[in-house]
């Protein structure tokens, strides 16, 4: 299968990518068949340089049945090649591990006092339709004179 991925370049601490297409059985930073453009993570976003593409080697690959990861599927919705994907469900994983555990913890007993409040809040929502009610059947009343 072919992908459009990053592949890893840069110094020590200092990365830069280069967007390639490649085998996805290939190695990261191995054998690619084309560079179609680069990402540099450590320049502000409003910066040209940060991203460059190919926008018509893109979506020739595209056509020819390359997946994007999602990163870069990402890069590229930004930059108008392709729809923006839908942001994925990962809350617990962008948390530390260390606070997650407190979250875990402090969920349980927080979910105790929210249950018992359930009840009271049920009461004042009964009030609050017939509030509504009252000055809807008011107005037609002024309408009508």
């Known amino acids: 299968m072919i992908k459009i991925r990053l592949s890893r370049g840069g110094t020590k601490k200092r ?3 280069k967007v390639v297409i490649a085998d996805s059985r290939r190695a990261r930073d191995g054998r690619f068949i084309e560079k179609v453009g680069f990402f540099n993570p450590l320049l502000p976003k409003d910066k040209k340089e940060r ?3 190919e926008a018509e080697r893109i979506k020739y690959w595209l056509g020819q049945g390359a997946q994007p990861t999602t990163r870069v599927a990402r890069i590229l919705g930004e930059n108008g090649i392709i ?3 839908a942001n994925g469900s990962n809350p617990s994983k962008a948390i530390p591990k260390k606070e997650r555990k ?3 913890d402090e969920a349980a007993p927080a ?3 929210k ?3 359930a009840p009271a809040a049920e009461a004042p929502k009964e009030e609050a339709p017939k509030a509504e009610a009252a000055p809807a059947a008011e107005a037609p009343k002024e309408e009508a004179k």
């Open 83 to 85: 729809a923006m994907p």
């Open 115 to 117: 249950a018992e409040a």
């Open 15 to 17: 990365p830069v990518y």
């Open 51 to 53: 991203v460059g593409l």
């Open 111 to 113: 979910a105790a006092p």
């Open 102 to 104: 407190k979250e875990g």
